[in-house]
T-cell receptor
Framework: GQQLNQSPQSMFIQEGEDVSMNCTSS?????WLWYKQDPGEGPVLLIA?????ELTSNGRLTAQFGITRKDSFLNISASIPSDVGIYFC???????????FGTGTRLTIIP | IAGITQAPTSQILAAGRRMTLRCTQD?????MYWYRQDLGLGLRLIHY???????GKGEVPDGYSVSRANTDDFPLTLASAVPSQTSVYFC?????????????FGPGTRLTVL
């Protein structure tokens, strides 16, 4: 089946730093989604990408759909305490097909 | 109700007992999903339903069953719980418009099987 490798698994940063994380797939995807999960809650959709090369922003967050269609990147600029959580990527080969999720990147902000 | 609700929030269950996790959405979404989340393994799909009256198996369906009698509800049943089913369970839904299929998640049910 499809596999999604998400890296890094965890990040420890200071407030104000920029953050980058990525996902790579063994297969071509037509959709990439990025979610954030706060402790004790369900994942919340941050950004959806539907076209190779697409670059989309949501406030301080920017995500890109890789040109090869096998990867996606999420950047967070000027991190703040509420950015703490687990970030998941998810991909889909064709519309209507089930999503495949990455294993998550846990972001911690060091005081 | 706004979005997706799940019940119970948490449950401790003896092995061998039957348990139904409830999920209700008020967005009139066609598709609904059940995932389990375990440390280091991300989200794994248990069962899904593309529309009322239909269901399908996901990545880890064994030991679980679902039904989709109407658009809003998608209960997940553990017929005879085992300790390996200790996990956090998330229900999700999506509209399934062609090409646009973002999934929205409920708050989760934390299940412990002893």
């Amino acid at each position: 089946g499809q596999q999604l490798n998400q890296s890094p698994q965890s990040m420890f940063i200071q407030e104000g730093e920029d953050v980058s994380m990525n996902c790579t797939s063994s297969s071509i995807f037509n959709t990439w989604l990025w979610y954030k999960q706060d402790p004790g809650e369900g994942p919340v959709l941050l950004i959806a990408l539907y076209k190779a090369g697409e670059l989309t922003s949501n406030g301080r967050l920017t995500a890109q759909f890789g040109i090869t269609r096998k990867d996606s990147f999420l950047n967070i600029s000027a991190s703040i305490p509420s950015d703490v959580g687990i970030y998941f990527c998810a991909g889909r080969l064709v519309p209507g097909e089930k999503l495949t999720f990455g294993t998550g990147t846990r972001l911690t902000i060091i005081p | 109700i706004a979005g997706i609700t799940q019940a119970p929030t948490s449950q401790i269950l003896a092995a061998g007992r039957r348990m139904t996790l409830r999920c209700t959405q008020d967005m009139r979404h066609n598709a609904m999903y059940w995932y389990r989340q375990d440390l280091g393994l991300g989200l794994r799909l248990i069962h899904y339903s593309n529309t009322a009256g239909t269901t399908g198996k996901g990545e880890v369906p064994d030991g679980y069953s679902v039904s989709r009698a109407n658009t809003d509800d998608f209960p997940l049943t553990l017929a005879s719980a085992v300790p390996s089913q200790t996990s956090v369970y998330f229900c999700a839904s999506s509209e399934t418009l062609a090409g646009r299929d973002e999934q929205f998640f409920g708050p989760g049910t934390r299940l412990t099987v002893l």
